[in-house]
């Protein structure tokens, strides 16, 4: 029973850091299909074709409605691992473009920013580990600056 102070420790720390954030995961019940120029970045950012469909939802990358983006996945577990699947964050525009590709289950947008956008951890478990991964934005694309995995097996 060692493990669920350290579970709930971890869980309180990541919610006080995270809160007030929007929430995605790849299981998510309001996702839907996505406008076409979404679905055509991420097809583009991948190389290959997918032979998924593509749902997600809107999200405000910014945190002050300035800049709007898409948080997406594949759906009916197409491609997925398990308790994974892949997870496109897409920012809108003219010329929308994939700014973060990467595995997990759930993704959460922090209140803090970095040159205009803002903080996203990307989080994944099952019963033998958990990993949370801290991605900060470059200007260009997402970067990983923080990951932590907790290996429960032991």
Known sequence: MRLAPVL????????????????FNIEGK???GLPQQIEQAI??????????????????????GAVMGYVATTANGCQWGAAMGPIWVVRDGAKPAVVLSRSGYSLTLGKKTQLGLRNIAISAGSAGWYQEELWKFNGKQYISVKRKVVDMSR
Do not use: H, R, Y
């Not at 709930?8 to 929430?23: G, I, K, P």
């Open 43 to 64: 097809q583009d950012a991948e190389k290959t074709p997918s032979p998924c469909q593509f749902v997600g939802k809107q999200v405000d990358l910014a945190g002050n």
């Open 30 to 32: 309001e996702l839907a």
């Open 8 to 23: 709930l420790t971890m869980f309180v720390v990541s919610a006080s850091t995270w809160a007030n954030a929007d929430d």
